[in-house]
């Protein structure tokens, strides 16, 4: 599904390279290096991005390129703040580490012990599972993460238990599968054995003693500060145009730290020293140590293109590999508008981080290696120049893939029911709830944050198209579609979505409709259903359906003097009236309607 939001059109070359350093003496081997990051900033055509480079104790390159503002033409410094996204998964596993070394908690004990509202998909996992399963990605779940960006919620307790109808895709410590909940679940279990939240924990573990005074853990502070950068995204190659801010504070553990390079830098200086800043201690050596060690492969590590890179591994909250001979450790990040990346070198005693509010950007990465080569005096990639070749690439397999696509669509076909059987909630007990509604002929749906207008494509397969914030809908086709399937009754019984690589399904559940007691009150009564015995009666404005032998059900009032029975998936009831009072119901169940007579 794409994103919509308003286009700012700009001329790149009207945008004016900006440079900004702190007092940091030249280093001859980055000679070359403002030059080359304006090439790329010009490049990639990219809003703006900042840069800090540290060796041992000292900042020796601290610069910011482009705007944090492209309208208001406000310059990226070394001070300006941008969301950092995955790179603050070390922040969170350092807390576990101090925690160890507390002897508050054990990296190998079971995460459930720690968190007992922590719960998987079955009692193997449950009783298997590690804390440090859950940081090093080796839990055996997949991503999962269209169940939290698109279905998103301040709330963490709600998150967490979408996690125990997560079916793992493979067996435990098997395979590396990146999945933000871990993450989540890390951070809840600080908060669980200190009494305080993640963020004060951060705060506090982190910000205070490593100096980093203007970082925080909240999206609307980061608005506040006076040098914080606004979220961009590229349309159509070459416009730069303005996101809004995403508010990822429910899975904060997972990425929602923002920062500074300059104040980046001292938590790079933290890992190249040991666990030591200016002289005192702040992580143990050996959480250092186990942190910066592959702890899982993470796939196929062979050299590629580029014969001395090569290795992939996870260590806690850290990727690691071999860059041209050199052992680096280093974490990229993404989150709506912004992309980072945090590295070191430890044999090298050098940091690196770039932070860009570029969405879904390769700059980080590119300008993270152009700095490596000159700063560890390595022979120099035109890694500019590599990042354009992959994108004119990408742009020519695109053309070609463009016709097929197109064939695929099935033309002169009608959905199978009227627009109004489509109008719903669909549930997954994963995510959350699809709002599906109606406007004339039209269907329109919402999926947490996003509002999107349903094309009909073919058959009950709908194009699921972007609504900006003025209601203008997107005119271009869409690759996302959506599929309505119906149950052995002929009605409408869920919707599939292409989410994660994989189809997930949502249950169909009628809209509720609003009825006062009074309206209610005309279906009550009892009912004989043959030899039993039924009884409709109200309990705070509710209608409840009692047969002789089992429990009360709930209803829920879905229109037409028809009823769901709120426990029982494919149940409900429907009322037939004689005047102002109903004569008769008939329970309509997947095994068949019975229908039950008003006693007189």
Same mark, same amino acid.
């Given at each position: 599904?794409?994103?919509?939001?308003?286009?700012?059109?700009?001329?790149?070359?009207?945008?004016?390279?900006?440079?900004?350093?702190?007092?940091?003496?030249?280093?001859?081997?980055?000679?070359?290096?403002?030059?080359?990051?304006?090439?790329?900033?010009?490049?990639?055509?990219?809003?703006?991005?900042?840069?800090?480079?540290?060796?041992?104790?000292?900042?020796?390159?601290?610069?910011?390129?482009?705007?944090?503002?492209?309208?208001?033409?406000?310059?990226?410094?070394?001070?300006?703040?941008?969301?950092?996204?995955?790179?603050?998964?070390?922040?969170?596993?350092?807390?576990?580490?101090?925690?160890?070394?507390?002897?508050?908690?054990?990296?190998?004990?079971?995460?459930?012990?720690?968190?007992?509202?922590?719960?998987?998909?079955?009692?193997?996992?449950?009783?298997?599972?590690?804390?440090?399963?859950?940081?090093?990605?080796?839990?055996?779940?997949?991503?999962?993460?269209?169940?939290?960006?698109?279905?998103?919620?301040?709330?963490?307790?709600?998150?967490?238990?979408?996690?125990?109808?997560?079916?793992?895709?493979?067996?435990?410590?098997?395979?590396?599968?990146?999945?933000?909940?871990?993450?989540?679940?890390?951070?809840?279990?600080?908060?669980?054995?200190?009494?305080?939240?993640?963020?004060?924990?951060?705060?506090?573990?982190?910000?205070?003693?490593?100096?980093?005074?203007?970082?925080?853990?909240?999206?609307?502070?980061?608005?506040?500060?006076?040098?914080?950068?606004?979220?961009?995204?590229?349309?159509?190659?070459?416009?730069?145009?303005?996101?809004?801010?995403?508010?990822?504070?429910?899975?904060?553990?997972?990425?929602?730290?923002?920062?500074?390079?300059?104040?980046?830098?001292?938590?790079?200086?933290?890992?190249?020293?040991?666990?030591?800043?200016?002289?005192?201690?702040?992580?143990?050596?050996?959480?250092?140590?186990?942190?910066?060690?592959?702890?899982?492969?993470?796939?196929?590590?062979?050299?590629?293109?580029?014969?001395?890179?090569?290795?992939?591994?996870?260590?806690?909250?850290?990727?690691?590999?071999?860059?041209?001979?050199?052992?680096?450790?280093?974490?990229?990040?993404?989150?709506?508008?912004?992309?980072?990346?945090?590295?070191?070198?430890?044999?090298?005693?050098?940091?690196?981080?770039?932070?860009?509010?570029?969405?879904?950007?390769?700059?980080?990465?590119?300008?993270?290696?152009?700095?490596?080569?000159?700063?560890?005096?390595?022979?120099?990639?035109?890694?500019?120049?590599?990042?354009?070749?992959?994108?004119?690439?990408?742009?020519?397999?695109?053309?070609?893939?463009?016709?097929?696509?197109?064939?695929?669509?099935? /033309?002169?076909? =009608?959905?199978?029911?009227?627009?109004? &059987?489509?109008?719903?909630? +669909? %549930?997954?007990?994963?995510? $959350?709830?699809?709002?599906?509604?109606?406007?004339?002929?039209?269907?329109?749906?919402?999926?947490?944050?996003?509002?999107?207008?349903?094309?009909?494509?073919?058959?009950?397969?709908?194009?699921?198209?972007?609504?900006?914030?003025?209601?203008?809908?997107?005119?271009?086709?869409?690759?996302?579609?959506?599929?309505?399937?119906?149950?052995?009754?002929?009605?409408?019984?869920?919707?599939?979505?292409?989410?994660?690589?994989?189809?997930?399904?949502?249950?169909?559940?009628?809209?509720?409709?609003?009825?006062?007691?009074?309206?209610?009150?005309?279906?009550?009564?009892?009912?004989?259903?043959?030899?039993?015995?039924?009884?409709?009666? /109200?309990?705070? =404005?509710?209608?409840?359906?009692?047969? &002789?032998?089992?429990?009360? +059900? %709930?209803?829920?009032?879905? $229109?037409?003097?028809?009823?769901?029975?709120?426990?029982?998936?494919?149940?409900?009831?429907?009322?037939?009236?004689?005047?102002?009072?109903?004569?008769?119901?008939?329970?309509?169940?997947?095994?068949?309607?019975?229908?039950?007579?008003?006693?007189?």
């Amino acid at each position: 599904m794409k994103k919509t939001f308003t286009y700012l059109f700009l001329s790149f070359l009207s945008l004016t390279v900006v440079a900004q350093q702190k007092n940091v003496k030249p280093d001859s081997r980055l000679a070359d290096l403002d030059a080359v990051l304006n090439k790329v900033l010009k490049d990639q055509k990219v809003a703006g991005f900042a840069v800090a480079v540290t060796e041992g104790d000292k900042i020796i390159y601290s610069k910011g390129f482009g705007y944090r503002d492209v309208e208001g033409k406000k310059p990226v410094t070394p001070n300006t703040l941008f969301a950092i996204g995955s790179s603050s998964k070390a922040f969170t596993s350092a807390l576990l580490g101090l925690l160890e070394k507390d002897g508050k908690l054990s990296l190998d004990g079971k995460a459930t012990t720690y968190l007992p509202q922590l719960r998987f998909f079955n009692d193997n996992m449950n009783s298997q599972i590690t804390v440090r399963d859950m940081m090093c990605h080796r839990t055996g779940l997949s991503r999962y993460d269209y169940s939290w960006y698109l279905f998103n919620t301040p709330n963490r307790d709600s998150i967490l238990q979408r996690v125990k109808y997560m079916e793992p895709n493979a067996g435990l410590r098997e395979k590396w599968q990146y999945n933000n909940y871990m993450f989540l679940a890390q951070g809840m279990i600080a908060e669980k054995i200190t009494g305080k939240t993640w963020e004060q924990n951060i705060k506090e573990k982190f910000f205070i003693p490593l100096e980093m005074t203007r970082s925080n853990t909240s999206i609307y502070d980061m608005q506040k500060d006076a040098d914080a950068s606004l979220p961009y995204t590229l349309e159509k190659d070459s416009i730069i145009k303005k996101m809004d801010y995403y508010d990822i504070s429910g899975m904060g553990p997972a990425g929602s730290i923002n920062s500074s390079v300059n104040e980046m830098a001292h938590w790079l200086q933290l890992w190249t020293s040991g666990g030591r800043y200016h002289g005192k201690e702040i992580l143990p050596p050996s959480y250092i140590e186990q942190a910066a060690t592959a702890q899982m492969v993470m796939g196929g590590g062979l050299p590629g293109e580029f014969k001395d890179i090569y290795s992939a591994s996870y260590g806690l909250g850290w990727m690691i590999s071999s860059y041209r001979g050199h052992y680096l450790v280093e974490h990229g990040g993404n989150i709506d508008g912004f992309s980072a990346n945090a590295a070191f070198f430890p044999s090298d005693d050098i940091g690196i981080v770039v932070l860009s509010n570029q969405n879904v950007s390769a700059v980080p990465g590119l300008v993270r290696n152009t700095i490596a080569d000159r700063i560890l005096n390595l022979n120099k990639t035109d890694w500019n120049a590599e990042q354009n070749k992959k994108k004119d690439e990408a742009m020519k397999k695109k053309k070609a893939e463009k016709p097929e696509a197109e064939a695929e669509q099935v /033309l002169n076909t =009608k959905p199978s029911h009227p627009a109004k &059987s489509y109008v719903g909630f +669909y %549930e997954n007990p994963i995510a $959350g709830t699809i709002d599906v509604s109606q406007r004339a002929d039209s269907l329109f749906a919402a999926f947490g944050k996003e509002r999107v207008f349903l094309k009909h494509y073919h058959y009950d397969v709908f194009e699921a198209r972007d609504i900006d914030k003025k209601g203008k809908i997107d005119t271009a086709t869409s690759s996302f579609r959506i599929n309505f399937s119906s149950g052995t009754d002929g009605k409408i019984a869920g919707v599939s979505l292409p989410l994660d690589g994989k189809q997930v399904v949502f249950a169909f559940r009628p809209k509720e409709v609003a009825l006062t007691k009074e309206m209610l009150e005309k279906y009550t009564g009892d009912y004989n259903l043959g030899k039993t015995a039924v009884k409709v009666y /109200l309990k705070d =404005k509710v209608l409840f359906v009692s047969i &002789s032998g089992q429990p009360d +059900y %709930e209803t829920i009032a879905i $229109g037409a003097d028809t009823f769901q029975i709120k426990t029982l998936i494919g149940y409900s009831l429907k009322f037939e009236l004689k005047g102002y009072q109903a004569e008769s119901l008939t329970f309509k169940q997947p095994n068949g309607n019975f229908k039950a007579i008003r006693k007189k």
